[in-house]
């Protein structure tokens, strides 16, 4: 490596995190593992960034500790600290696989690309900015702009680009496809501090578990032999080769200052394209056509509102994030010694648009966790059955009816007494008054003001639902208590969302009209609804 930089991800100061004092600070792998206890979590600015980093973490952690079965795994927790001397062992060992420029061994990346291969702006690897198709989430240079980052900027946008890079765009030996992350999204159980979260993601690991593992299962630093790609899918070695799937080969262009503006692309792996690898940290359900499909992100809800889904347990018909599972056998086998914290379930998505490599959105939310979630279908029907009272409540800020035709919601009666007559029976003048309509309920924003005034009371509510029950005949019948405030709840932000709402129209004789009407109509609904 000679007159090359020597940027080791063990000890260069790279991954941004934040210790339990609040207090950002950057740290080197070595260090953000041995002081894992003293940190609260990885706290980079882009969620994508922290999934893979968490990913990439916990790939280290199996190789070096396993668990092989539970007993193993309750040791490491009863330390509450990861083992010096084995992670100073396994880093000395496998130094040299963790330099990013390296002749035979580049970190996450390739030695070399033959000259048909064309330069990117390195911007490309986050997928954020926008460079090719994708679009500006929240890095707003242009692409026209070309910058210079550094190894340490490239290093944590480099490990999430090969787990979420999207498909779209020419290549050899065939076109661009998706990474493993890019469909569905990623759960994690959370805990106080980042050796508890890591600590509690750190299924049992052995031939069958979390799924098959072959006996040569490696993480992606310590493959030898560099697999070709296949159009049709390669099959994981295991969960350490899923956990650090390598999508693209990449090139870094390094100048003279050790920046890099341009990088070299091509695809790399790709997974089996009938949907036979399930990655145990998300969630599916199943199509009578295509088999079990990953629960994705959707940029008209927050997450919290698909949480049932998320949780519910596995069956015939789904499959749960597998950490649930894990956490349930844990506490079945340990509840008289282990002692866990208020525990949260961190969400990670990815949206991608209509058009190739599009990215549109991502998010990473924590919702409060009990462990009650992880085995009580009961509970997680009534946490269902909350969630769907306040999308019976949303459809009134709605066009339409309640369900039954007789009966138009508030917001339909309100848009239809604004909107003057063109006549009747007139299909265009009816068309021409369906759009009025529309268009003023868009401009009310009464749905978007409706979801966010939910959120915190739902998060407060998700946790206190898991203790709200009673035992009848040895069944527990959860919500007796949560269901009645939730139900006030509701009452109360819907009635502030309609006068919230209702406060961009115009004041004049007819909206004030028409006002008093949808209101009537709308505290007639809510007592149906909410009784």
């Not at 599916?284 to 295509?290: L, N, Q, R, S």
């Not at 529309?438 to 639902?465: G, T």
């Not at 009673?470 to 007796?480: A, H, K, M, S, T």
């Amino acid at each position: 490596m000679e007159n090359m930089p020597e940027f080791n991800l063990i000890d260069e100061l790279w991954i941004p995190c934040t210790n339990l004092q609040g207090k950002s600070k950057m740290a080197g792998l070595y260090e953000v593992l041995l002081g894992a206890h003293e940190l609260r979590s990885i706290d980079h600015d882009s969620p994508l960034v922290n999934i893979a980093l968490y990913r990439l973490l916990l790939a280290i952690l199996h190789r070096v500790f396993g668990p092989r079965d539970l007993d193993a795994w309750f040791e490491l927790w009863t330390r509450q600290s990861w083992d010096e001397n084995l992670l100073s062992s396994y880093f000395t060992d496998r130094k040299d696989r963790f330099y990013m420029i390296h002749d035979e061994h580049p970190f996450y990346q390739v030695p070399s690309l033959d000259d048909k291969a064309q330069d990117n702006p390195v911007t490309k690897l986050a997928l954020e900015c926008a460079s090719g198709h994708g679009a500006t989430l929240f890095d707003h240079h242009c692409e026209t702009e070309i910058e210079a980052w550094d190894l340490k900027k490239i290093a944590p946008y480099l490990v999430a680009f090969q787990a979420y890079a999207v498909s779209g765009g020419n290549s050899v030996p065939f076109n661009l496809s998706d990474s493993s992350l890019r469909k569905g999204i990623c759960v994690l159980v959370t805990g106080n501090t980042l050796f508890q979260t890591l600590c509690l993601n750190l299924m049992e690991y052995n031939q069958n578990q979390p799924f098959k593992n072959q006996e040569h299962d490696l993480p992606a630093w310590e493959q030898d032999v560099a697999r070709e790609p296949d159009h049709d899918g390669t099959i994981p070695l295991g969960y350490l080769d899923l956990l650090t799937w390598q999508s693209r080969r990449v090139v870094l262009d390094l100048q003279e200052n050790n920046t890099c503006k341009f990088v070299k692309i091509r695809q790399n792996l790709v997974l089996p394209k009938d949907n036979s690898i399930l990655d145990p940290m998300k969630a599916y359900t199943k199509t009578e056509k295509i088999g079990f499909l990953p629960v994705v992100l959707d940029a008209d809800k927050a997450i919290w509102r698909d949480s049932a889904t998320i949780l519910r347990l596995p069956g015939a018909e789904s499959r749960r994030p597998e950490v649930f599972n894990f956490v349930a056998r844990i506490v079945d086998k340990f509840k008289a010694t282990l002692d866990l914290p208020a525990l949260g379930m961190m969400v990670n998505g990815l949206g991608v648009g209509d058009k190739a490599a599009q990215v549109i959105l991502w998010r990473q939310e924590i919702l409060p966790f009990h462990v009650n979630y992880t085995t009580d279908g009961t509970l997680i029907a009534a946490l269902n059955d909350i969630i769907q009272l306040a999308e019976r409540v949303n459809r009134l800020f709605h066009l339409g009816s309640t369900g039954d035709e007789r009966h138009k919601t508030p917001f339909e009666i309100l848009a239809s007494d604004l909107v003057p007559s063109q006549g009747k029976g007139k299909k265009q003048a009816e068309e021409a008054n369906r759009n009025d309509m529309n268009r003023i309920v868009a401009r009310l924003e009464a749905d978007r003001i409706y979801w966010s005034s939910l959120e915190v009371p739902f998060l407060a509510m998700m946790n206190k639902l898991a203790t709200d029950y009673i035992d009848e005949l040895g069944n527990r019948i959860y919500g007796e208590k949560t269901m009645l405030e939730w139900k006030h709840e509701l009452e109360r932000i819907a009635r502030e969302v309609f006068s919230e709402a209702t406060k961009a129209l115009e004041p004049s004789g007819r909206s004030m009209k028409a006002i008093a009407h949808a209101r009537s109509e709308l505290n007639k609904q809510l007592k149906g609804i909410l009784k």
